[in-house]
């Protein structure tokens, strides 16, 4: 009985009825490293650029005007900013005040 078992098996790969073509991997695309490592080399002589005087200026001027506005910041404490603010909403109307929101009345 175990010899029949055996001899009705069939071996081989399962077979669709519709397309009888398998389907194969695609295969990566392989890089080649030291092609990439010369047109590194090349690509970074090629990027050096010069600034002309005006930009230069400019550039200065830049962070001096940032150097400026963080002194600025820095100089008035959290206390301080507090305080004004509390100065600006007590000069304003009641018009300007936020009414109370609420669900319950």
Known sequence: MADLS???????GLKLKKGGSVFKKKKKQCVDLRNIDLTIHRDGDVTVTHKTAAELAFE??????????LTK????????????F???MSELTEFNDIPKVSWTK
């Open 73 to 84: 910041k820095a100089a008035v404490s959290h206390r301080q900013k507090v305080e004004q």
């Open 60 to 69: 200065k001027r830049q962070k001096q005007n940032q150097l400026e506005r």
């Open 86 to 88: 509390n100065a600006q």
């Open 6 to 12: 055996r001899e009705v098996v069939i071996k081989g």
